[in-house]
């Protein structure tokens, strides 16, 4: 695995990369990466990990005070002030993470940006974007399982932007170094989230070790 002090980012680049290494979280992620583990398993171990991400990526959430009446008495408490939120998948894969963040912030909406990697040149190709209405005054948290190159995540933050989203959080389950470098290279304000730093990419830009193609595996293709 790599070693977030090695991947050369610079300290205000390491202060936009989070690793979610909670034991949970990196247990049920060997479970994830066994090539034994079925596709209803994989399934729902990528909504549980997008859940505890999820909850990672909304720690500095504003909150307000709220009065509430206890059984026993009046008291003040916090609730969250007002944000608006959307998921926004990289298709195919990316929907497997969908339902685990909507479990955390059910109010979110959902936008949709399909970009699928051409086997050879590995480069993603825009195929599908729906985003909601007001997508601009939203939080965004792209979500993909994997970041390999960085080619589907930089198009899909490029979209956002155009549209002009200012709060965006790239949240992927495993990263190589090399797209971890080009996400943070590519947007000064872009902040990242991912459950491991993994070693490398193959000559076919697979991720290794990582966990094999995650939209074949959701979605029990090939
Ligand atoms: C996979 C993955 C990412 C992308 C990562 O999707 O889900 O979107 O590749 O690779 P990159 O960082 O080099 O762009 P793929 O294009 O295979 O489509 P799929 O989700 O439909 O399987
Ligand atoms: N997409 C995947 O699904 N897996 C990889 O390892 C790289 C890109």
């Known amino acids: 695995m790599a070693n977030v002090n090695n991947l050369g980012l610079t300290l205000e680049q390491l202060a936009r990369l989070t690793v979610v290494d909670h034991p949970l979280v990196q247990h049920k992620l060997s479970i994830l990466r066994d090539e034994q583990t079925g596709t209803k398993q994989f399934r729902d171990l990528v909504r549980e990990l997008a859940l505890f991400e999820g909850y990672e990526a909304t720690r500095d959430f504003e909150l307000e005070p709220v009065q509430v009446k206890t059984p026993l008495e009046e008291c003040t ?8 939120v959307a998921i926004v998948p990289i298709l195919r894969a990316g929907l497997g993470m969908v339902d685990g963040i909507l479990d955390l ?3 979110a909406r959902v936008g949709h ?19 909601p209405p007001d997508v601009e005054q939203r939080t965004c948290l792209i979500v993909d399982p994997m970041l390999a190159t960085g080619g589907s995540a930089t198009a899909a933050i490029q979209y956002l932007r155009d549209a002009g989203v ?4 790239l949240l992927v389950l495993v990263a190589a170094p090399e797209g971890v470098r080009a996400v943070l290279d590519f947007d000064p304000d872009v902040r990242l989230y ?4 993994d070693r490398e990419l193959n000559g076919s ?3 290794l070790p990582g966990l094999g ?7 029990g293709t090939r």
């Open 113 to 131: 940006v399909g970009m699928e990697r051409d086997p050879k040149t590995h480069e993603p190709h825009e195929y599908y974007c729906k985003l």
């Open 166 to 169: 200012r709060d965006i959080r």
């Open 77 to 84: 408490c916090q609730h969250l002030a007002g944000k608006k």
């Open 194 to 197: 991912t459950c491991a730093l």
């Open 105 to 107: 912030i059910p109010a």
């Open 205 to 207: 830009a697979y991720i």
């Open 213 to 219: 193609d995650a939209g074949d595996r959701i979605f």
